[in-house]
């Protein structure tokens, strides 16, 4: 295998490091986002020419993955990330449906409604969380070893699948909320559950699945893990709430954006990856690691899904094209345009709630740099993600290096999906 590797590294022409231009690394330090998650960043386009040097000589085991490669050598080493944990993922999906089980035949049915219909897709987050726990196949120091982590590797496997399905069951609770908050008639193609079953039920339904969350949470019986995930829901309730009672100098600043979009959406993908490292028994760096790798993840993954609300269709997307600026939600695209058209200030300050608001919002963006300002921040918070699978220790583990490549690779379709 490490031979095969290096034929490829030496038959590549070019090797290029994906790093950000001086320009994007100025817009993320601007708004917080880049230098303060990761100063060494600004000697990464030293440390990339090193690592092309190193590649055709003694590098064979330290090859990096980088999400712009050459296409031949892309395409012979890309991996589907999801066929990978497929027979875990579909043991998941049995394991979900067993667990929202209720004695009130009606409140299962609501609880089940998403799992049952498929709405929530490839389930994304389960496989980034399988995938980190293949990727964290490394020696573990003396120094962090205890008596808990003397189980089998398949007890810790375990543990780590059911933090995978506490995830999907928090992230779907968050969605029936949302729709509810957002009067929402649709999600992915089907009718949401609020629109069938009525708000009531949906907000039930969603507590239900938090509650069964909690106890399988408790089950893990690690008060670190158990604080971790207590917190993202704290931060799911933080972010919507922010979004919903934001004053005219907040909704304009891209740092409370920011926030916002963390607490909304990265924070539960972030904790969770780094709950996958505490239960393996790794050291608060690789654990810092894991969360940087899901906290980047997350917001790039928003951010795009913010282009998306602009470029997309309500059938790919889930949710009605425009839904956000219809609601008076501001986003990344709009705050970029605004720094070229302060007219859109005014609009913004009241909500986009004229007549002819959102189709002039509209036509300044199109006539703006926003769409692609989003798409280059998302871009660099990606970097940031591919940076944090690459600073893991190394490992003899043929699973664990397709699996971090698998995580690479993940960071790539998030930029290149259109739903």
């Not at 944090?388 to 998030?414: F, H, W, Y």
């Amino acid at each position: 295998m490490y031979l095969r590797w290096a034929l490829r590294c030496l038959r590549s022409r070019r090797s290029s490091f994906y790093g950000g231009s001086a320009e994007n690394l100025f817009l993320a330090a601007r708004y917080g986002t880049l230098i303060r998650s990761n100063p060494s960043l600004l000697h990464s386009e030293v440390l990339g020419c090193r690592e092309s040097l190193r590649c055709g000589s003694h590098g064979l085991h330290d090859l990096r993955y980088r999400v712009n490669e050459d296409e031949n050598f892309g395409a012979e080493e890309t991996v589907d990330p999801f066929s990978l944990v497929a027979d875990e993922l579909s043991t998941l999906a049995d394991r979900l449906r067993s667990m929202v089980v209720a004695e009130v035949p009606k409140l299962a049915s609501a609880a089940e409604y998403f799992f049952k219909m498929g709405v929530e897709g490839k389930r994304f987050r389960p496989t980034v969380l399988l995938l980190m726990a293949s990727a964290l196949d490394v020696p573990i120091p003396k120094t962090v070893i205890d008596g808990n982590l003397h189980m089998l590797p398949k007890e810790v496997r375990g543990r780590q699948q059911s933090i995978a399905e506490i995830t999907e069951m928090i992230h779907v609770a968050s969605l029936l909320h949302d729709d509810v908050l957002d009067d929402a008639e649709t999600r992915r193609g089907i009718s949401s559950l609020n629109f069938v079953m009525g708000n009531k039920l949906a907000v039930l339904a969603g507590d239900f699945l938090l509650s069964r969350a909690c106890v399988a949470l408790a089950s893990l019986k690690n008060t670190e893990v158990v604080s971790l995930l207590a917190t993202v829901v704290e931060h799911l309730v933080t972010g919507e709430t922010m979004q919903m009672t934001t004053n005219s100098e907040k909704r304009c600043s891209m740092e409370y954006y920011l926030q916002k979009t963390y607490y909304k959406t990265a924070s539960l993908i972030s904790n969770s990856c780094k709950a996958i490292a505490i239960l393996a028994g790794q050291t608060a760096e690789v654990s810092m690691l894991a969360y940087d790798y899901g906290r980047n993840l997350g917001l790039a993954f928003q951010l795009i899904d913010d282009v998306l609300d602009f470029t997309g269709t309500s059938a790919s997307l889930g949710k009605g094209s425009l839904s956000d600026i219809r609601h008076g939600i501001v986003t990344a695209p709009i705050l970029f345009a605004m720094e070229e058209f302060p007219q859109l200030r005014e609009l913004i300050d009241r909500s986009f709630s004229e007549p002819e608001d959102v189709e002039t919002a509209l036509i300044y963006l199109g006539r703006s740099q926003g769409i692609q300002k989003t798409k280059e921040l998302a871009q660099e918070h990606v970097n940031l993600a591919v940076n944090a699978i690459e600073a893991l220790p190394e490992t003899i583990s043929e699973n664990a290096r397709i699996s971090r490549r698998a995580l690479v690779d993940l960071t790539k379709r998030v930029i290149t999906r259109t739903k």
